[in-house]
């Protein structure tokens, strides 16, 4: 069970998902169709976008924020021009190297900071900006987990509420059942609990025995007026498990 894919700790896939208004501007803004988020486990499949084109597009799909620690300071630089220079310190980083067949598309590339992308080359060029890789996943860790709403009498513990933007429950006559989707403007209320990892690995090992769970995103969700990070199962047809 340990292998499961929701049960592996990622440091991206605790990168909250970009709202998918935002694919969309960045698409309509770049005339690129086929912009996406960046997949945690990176990307050899898809056709490469030339360069300059996809580098430009991903800083602003990442609203030129580092993806891991949020900076995106532009620091003053000495010339000799009559004229100010700007050093911009962000980086567009692959999450698979191109050494190794990752292709310079969205799903491979993510905006990090000089500083996170240079811990990228540590324990063998890991591709996970970390100092340390021991230090990565410590069991004291905790974090925002939410609950699958036919899953609530797995959990004894506290449960808050929060709020999904763009996302809502839709019945598909096709399956005839209910679907998370995506839906720009909508607003969908979900169960949230904070655990440590043991306790997520056990209360997930319970949720995979009972229903068909492929892994876990991140997305943004807010919690009263702060927005807080949540982690998301998603079932085998990749929906919300909510």
């Not at 292998?3 to 605790?14: F, G, Q, V």
């Not at 410590?138 to 933007?165: H, M, Q, V, W, Y």
Request: with cysteine; glycine share 6%; net charge neutral.
């Amino acid at each position: 069970m340990i292998d499961h894919p929701a049960l592996r700790e990622n440091l991206y896939k605790d990168i909250p998902k970009l709202p998918q208004s935002r694919i969309v501007n960045v698409s309509m803004s770049f005339g690129i169709s086929e912009v996406q988020d960046f997949d945690p486990d990176g990307d050899r499949a898809s056709k490469s976008i030339p360069w300059p084109n996809i580098s430009r597009a991903v800083l602003a799909r990442d609203d030129y924020r580092c993806r891991v620690c949020g900076n995106g300071s532009l620091t003053a630089v000495d010339g000799s021009k009559d004229y100010n220079k700007i050093h911009f310190s962000l980086e567009v980083h692959h999450i698979i190297p191109r050494k190794d067949g990752g292709s310079d598309s969205f799903r491979n590339l993510i905006t990090l900071c000089e500083e996170c992308h240079r811990k990228t080359f540590s324990d063998g060029y890991s591709g996970i900006p970390v100092g340390k890789a021991k230090d990565l996943f410590s069991f004291g860790k905790t974090f925002l987990f939410a609950l699958p709403a036919d899953s609530l009498g797995l959990f004894r513990g506290n449960i808050r509420s929060a709020t999904l933007e763009d996302y809502d429950r839709i019945f598909d006559p096709t399956e005839n059942r209910y679907r998370v989707m995506p839906m720009l403007n909508a607003r969908l209320r979900i169960n949230v609990a904070e655990l440590n990892v043991d306790d997520y690995r056990s209360l997930v090992s319970a949720i995979i025995r009972e229903h068909d769970v492929k892994d876990y995103f991140t997305l943004e969700a807010k919690g009263g007026n702060m927005p807080i990070k949540v982690r998301i199962l998603l079932d085998g047809q990749s929906d919300l498990l909510v």
